[in-house]
């Protein structure tokens, strides 16, 4: 089963795994494999999005099954869509 919770701890391990090769390798280094030599910050920008799509989506899915603050919720919505 692939509930929204399971994809945002999916996308965030993504983006960890990402940051560290970016870390370790430089932003602008790639896998030497990689025929089209994308960029490790380049990986790290597609996961970040990633992530904030799965976490828009987890947000989505709470905010049907429990009552949430109105303010705390549209600061959440805000980040995400100011992020996307």
């Known amino acids: 089963m692939n509930t929204p919770q399971a994809r ?32 490790n910050i380049q990986m790290v920008l597609k ?11 987890l947000a989505d899915l709470i905010s049907t099954v429990e009552p949430v603050d109105e303010h705390k919720w549209n600061q959440v919505k805000g980040i995400i869509n100011d992020g996307l």
């Open 8 to 39: 945002v701890i999916e996308e965030c391990s993504e983006l960890i795994k990402a940051l560290c090769k970016a870390d370790r390798f430089g932003w602008y280094g790639f896998h030497p494999d990689d025929p089209d030599k994308i960029s």
């Open 47 to 57: 996961e970040m999005f990633d992530v904030m799509e799965s976490i828009e989506d």
